[in-house]
């Protein structure tokens, strides 16, 4: 069964790349722009994974990562944060709210991101 990824970034250019690399590995991609279309996808089917941009238009990302972690259907469900915002502060607050990984945009590649998506399901499902 493909695992489900939500990514949830208003930037079309890195929502293509993630989304054609997660599809090479056989995970299954739906896409948000902003908080409303998040929920909206969740609505559809709970993914196995959400990725999270925080800087996005109308509700911010720390609001919907704890809208997400406040939710029964959700709150188990891991969030990798990948954002420009990359103070210690912003960290910690991303961490604190629930976050299973911070990743800064600037210091990541595309091929890093995969990874550590696929090592936070691996955490969560262990293989038997």
């Known amino acids: 069964m493909n695992q489900k990824v939500l990514v949830v970034e208003d930037d079309q250019v890195m929502a293509g790349l993630l989304t054609d690399k997660l599809a090479k590995k056989e995970m299954e991609v739906s896409y948000a722009v902003n908080g409303e279309s998040c929920f909206k996808e969740i609505e559809k089917s709970v993914p196995d994974i959400i990725l999270l941009d925080l800087i996005l ?42 976050a299973d990984a911070y990743l800064i945009k600037a210091n990541v590649l595309i091929d890093e991101i995969i990874e550590k998506i696929q090592e936070v399901l691996q955490k969560k499902n262990p293989p038997r």
């Open 57 to 98: 238009p109308g509700t911010s990302g720390f609001d919907i990562l704890k809208k997400i972690k406040s939710d029964e259907r959700t709150k188990a469900t891991p969030v990798i944060v990948l954002s420009n915002l990359g103070s210690r502060e912003e960290i910690q607050k991303g961490l604190e709210l629930g």
